[in-house]
């Protein structure tokens, strides 16, 4: 109702009047409705434009602002407020402190619970107070002056808490911009807050700030005090916190103002400079904060606000800058040198401020408007396109090319003297050490060397030099920086000045002054003065003029730069100290930047430096001087850096001062501890030491691609590869370290490899190369195996240039990035992928390099790394092993070498396999040098002959290469008999070498199937080298010096022993027989190396060949035509083969029998015995094989043997022959040589060989079977007359002549004389002679009996035997004495005999047998008794005589029971 009424004017006064009481009566009616209704009427109030009287006006902000009051006010607080709603309020209301509830600070500080605002006991929304401050912002519109009235009178309270409240809800009707656009309403309500500015506390400030905000924000602030705001933001910058070089303050007040500081940007961040009236009220005035350093914070949005107010002025004419009224504007050159030095950051300020720059160009400079308005937006874009690729040294490079093409376009030296003097006067504006700051002394030196003006330049830069604190790092910076940008324009001028000050220091002093020069250098004032001059000196180097450096470079700055580093150490000419490691790392980078600054001038390779070698000489210590067991400093890394650089200058060092320079990088860098190790021990410093250690590593790598650039050669890349070479098997991380380095060296070599490697020509160190690096492809650490895949991949290319295919880069990428693998089986399949690649272009003159530096890997590797290169020794010689026929023996020397040093079975193995591929390739050349290894005591080369026979195809074709070697002629034969004991024979080298050879070729061969067709020619072969090596000695060379020195007993063994054991192999591939081995307790083996029993040897071996089948017609031709052989032992051998016809079709057929026939004859008149004795033996195989096919020839063979019965050496062999033979012959084929044979053989009963002696009794009894009609007179002649030889020899020491005795005797029997003892004897004549041991006795006894006429002659044959010099023959003949002796009558004894008899027995009575002995006297004691004196023995009967053999009781004789008996029945009989 009353929103109607107002709109009335007559009626205006009264309703204004009554809203007070209405207001009061209000109190119990619901306070939002209430609220709702006020702010309805307030809104049509400010409409209208009633009246208010002060008091009612009053009233009404009375009773808005208790609503939103905070519940947090004291009742005196509220006191304090106007007293005009008392009358108005019930005396009964009184503000109440209810019971504190959960409550929360919202936002713009009002508290709240549960998001309701709290009035004493009511609660109300935020919709509520919103309606109510909005009705508050209606009734300052209704009456500005009095709204300002009230809220100053409210602010002026001192109160905290309730200016913060005020403001705060001041905030709200300041942003209530939507609705309201009136500008009456926020300029009191801002004038009532200017009165608040001077608060200082902190939560009024920020209240006023965020107050302040809103304000700045709005759309609207015409006629606002809106720079007494902005002034109000930057005074907050201006506190002890935002000023540089202030003294820090508590932690307490300092994050207080980091706060503040916040807010004052947030402030400015939200200026919207479009709002209406804003650019009238802050341009220019603005501009007054961006030069000074307190207001550096808010310099972004403050660049913002000046561009977008700049850029709404561009129509206006140019601003004079340096006057403005109520604030003083920086000059151009300040606002130049701010902007430019903001821009040189162009994450933050960048953008920003060469936006404002370039929108105040033309108030800059008027000249450079036009460079401007095209350079900067070129710098914009720049940032926008390439930041953050871009580096900030590049950004700045931009932008002090900027500044100098300004200044160029300027053209004003008193403009330029003022930029100068401004950049020095903003230095204080920044921190030391920002990069802003640094910047700031580039473009002060920029702005010199642009000047024209020398004396002004040398004057600045006289004064920065001299006045400098160099105990300052900053001050320090700024001489470096200032003086070497100032040397782009005034190089002389500069060294000049620098020459100057540098002189001054070594000036001579008083001796007053003598104090203070050492306390300067116990200060370090001097050591710092010293260092920034010889960083001032590289600086300058690097911005000097190019083309007018060389002229100076020397004498203006090296020595300058030695001279300062030689004094920094010393005063007054004395050292006093070592040098520090700041002053090492000054002179390297001092050294670093000349270099640089020489590399890039264009005539820098005429310039001969005479202190190249001193500077080398100085840096070379730093790097000994490092320890080598922590990386604390950059010392090292910039030290190999710097002999990169310096070594490119002339003169060109030699090879071996490159080598030294290496060699000392590389002892400092490699012998380190793991990088994890150093990291552990640095701590938090961990990321420094691992930057260290990179650039460490990078720094060797540029120093290794410099000396490859002055002598891009191969030989270079093998020289240094031979530095690094010892670190690849020391540790883990030394390994790594050396892959790295390696993979450095051949990138470096790659990109010079055009100029390194002549077109056509091989990488000379390929090989060689690949050998050392491939086995790290499967090295135990995956970092070692990418250095080493890339390594190989590096080298290919270098290799194949231009030649690798496509398919083969991608072969080697895949490979490479499988050697990430952790499974060794990946890991070898990937290595093996990469050498398959490599072999493709491996050269193969490289292969020997090759094979002997991977066969290190192979000995000195670890396990994985030795597999891979068994592995990539194997693949090259398979694909490439073709190629290398130039290099077999070489290469093969280098395998025999290192076959002894490898023990590991599989590593052995690796070996073996790649001699055998090189057989496939090249056989002539491994069978000749394996020919030449020391068989047959090297075990190593018989593990190679096996390793070749394991393959079928290898070994068929060396067993036949082997076979002929063996047979073919050596040197020529010894005369000499076998056996014989004059000079020592030695047997020739190549065949035995051949013989073991086929040796251990043969015993690994599966079965003898596979070498049928070989067998003829190996055995013959062998054949003739067992008889060859008969007797023989091993061979030896050069006098006494043997070929087989490893043990000496080894050396002078027996080589037919070699020979026997390679033919025993083949016989055992052949066959299984078991006979070949030894038959009835007889080993043929051995037999057949003894020169004594070989022909027996060789006749079983014919004899099982011709068992097992294995005799063909080769080997009878072949051995056939030894027997004419100028050899006695292949005579013999073949004499001894041809033995044992019996059986074989092959031998005994017509035509080869025919022929071994003749030559049989022709051999039994052969010089040598043996030879004959075999002959012998042929030809009575033959009668007795093929009687008829040698009819004719019977006659001739029984002369041979008879005429052997003459030859003393083969007798034994022809009465054996005759044993055989006798029985399968004729009558007619003997004719009368049987009386010559039964001569001869009977002449050797009694030999003293027993077993000739043996042979003649078995040839005798043979006879006397054999014996015809017309001889029977004859043979019993000779049997009368030998009977004492066969009674004795029945007691034979030979087993063999005893019964051969007891065989003929029995066969002897019918030539006897006496009917009755032929009978006696017929009887015993069906046992056995074993069983007769007593025969001779019996016999002896029966004969005397039947033969009286006898005894004298037994007796004297009988006592013949008594000096026989076996004790059985003593002993029989004893017994046959005394048998014959007892059968006597006393007159039958000639006393002479008998005196002779008894000496005889006297001497037996001494034997040495106490049998013979007893027999001897017992026969004597017989004689004495029985021939002793007549008288006083003639009543005495003798007793009888007991033979010495007889049996005792119970000893067994061998004989069957029925022939025992008969012999126990006989015995009393014959005694």
Known sequence: MFGVLIRRQDQQEEIVKNVPQLLAVSQSLDSFLVAKRLHLFLDICEECKPPMPKKTFQAVCDFLFKQVLPLGTSIQQVKKWPRIMDKFVPLSWKPQIPATPRQTQIPGGELATQGQVLKGEQQFTREHHDVLMEAFSHLVCCSPTDALDFLQTQLKDDTQHVRVVLLKHLKVTIASNDLYENRSRKRPIVDAVKCILDDRREAVIKATLGFIKELVRSQNVEGCAVWDMVAYVFQQLNRPAGQPGTKTSPPGHKEEEDGIQAMCVDVLEHLNTSAEGMSKILWPKLLHFVVPAPYSPSLRPLCRCLKELAVTQQGESALFLGSCKGVKLPSAQGLFARLLVLASNPNQTGRWSLQLLHAVRCNIHAAVNKLWGMQIPFLLESIRVEFPETSSQEWEQKLLQFLRRSLETIADSNWMRNLSREFESQMSSYADQSPEKSFLYKCLGTSLTSCEDLPFVKNQIQHIVEKANYLEASEREKVIHVISFSAMGHLDLTLATLHKFGDGLEKKIRLSEVISHYKDYYQGRRGHVHQAMMLTYGRVALCAPKELLCSQVETGIMKRVLRHYYNSGQVLGVSIAKKDINLKLTFIQSMIDISLALHETQDYHGLQLTCKKELLGVILDFIREEPVDSLATSVRPNAILALGYLSKLKPCLTLEENRDLLDQSIKSLFPLPPLEQLKEEMGKDSLDIEGLYNSSMEALGKLMKNVLEEQPTSELVGEIFQLIDPWFTETECSRERALHASLQLLDAFQESSGVGIPSGEDFHQFGSLVALLAPFTCDSSAQCRQWAGKCINCLVHIQARSGITLEEKQEMLFACLDLQSQFPE?????????????????????????????????VSGNRMCATAAGSWLLTILQDCGGAMEAQVSKILDVFYSRLPTIKEESLRQVLVDAISVMAHYHLDAVFNSLMGRRLPMDSETGELWRSLGKELFLALLILQRLATTVTQPQSLETASAIGSDDTPVFADEEPLKATCAIYEVISVLPTGKVIEELFPALFCALLQQVSKTLGQRMPSYEGRRRLFQREQHLSEGNPCRLSVASLKTLLSKMTSEPSLAETGGVNIWVLLRDPSTHHEGVCLLTSHLVQSGLLDKEIVEHVLFWMNSGSEKLRLTSTAFFVEVKGDPILSGKEQLQTIFSNLIERAGDQYPSIRQMSIRGLGNILLVAPDKVRSQKKTIMEIFLGALNDAQVV????????????????????????????????????????????????????????????????????????????????????????????????????????????????????????????????????VKTNPEVKGELLQKTTAYFQSIWEETRTAALDLSGVVLESMEIPDLDETFRQQLLGSLKVLQEDPSPGVQQAAADMTTYIRKKWGEEESHETEAPQEFVPACKPQPGKTTGATPAHQGMCELLFPVLL
């Open 1212 to 1343: 034994r062999e022809s009465l054996q022959v005759l044993a055989v033979v006798l029985p399968h012959l004729k009558e007619k084929d003997m004719g009368s040589l049987f009386k010559n044979i039964t001569l001869q053989t009977v002449s050797y009963l009694d030999d003293d060989d027993a077993d000739l002696r043996s042979a003649a009794l078995r040839l005798f009894g043979i006879l006397a079977v054999s014996t015809k009609s017309r001889f029977h007179a004859f043979f019993a002649e000779q049997v009368r007359k030998n009977l004492v030889p066969l009674l004795i020899h029945q007691q034979d020491p030979s087993p063999q002549a005893s019964e051969a005795c007891k065989d003929a005797f029995m066969q002897s029997v019918s030539f006897l004389p006496k009917r009755k003892l032929k009978a006696c004897l017929e009887e015993l004549r069906p046992a056995s002679p074993r069983t007769l041991p007593y025969l001779h006795v019996y016999v002896c006894r029966q004969l």
């Open 826 to 858: 990946d890991l070898f399949t990937a290595s093996s992928k990469m050498a398959k690649v490599v072999s493709a272009h491996f050269p193969p003159d490289q292969a020997l390099d090759f094979i002997e530096d991977i066969l290190e890997e192979l």
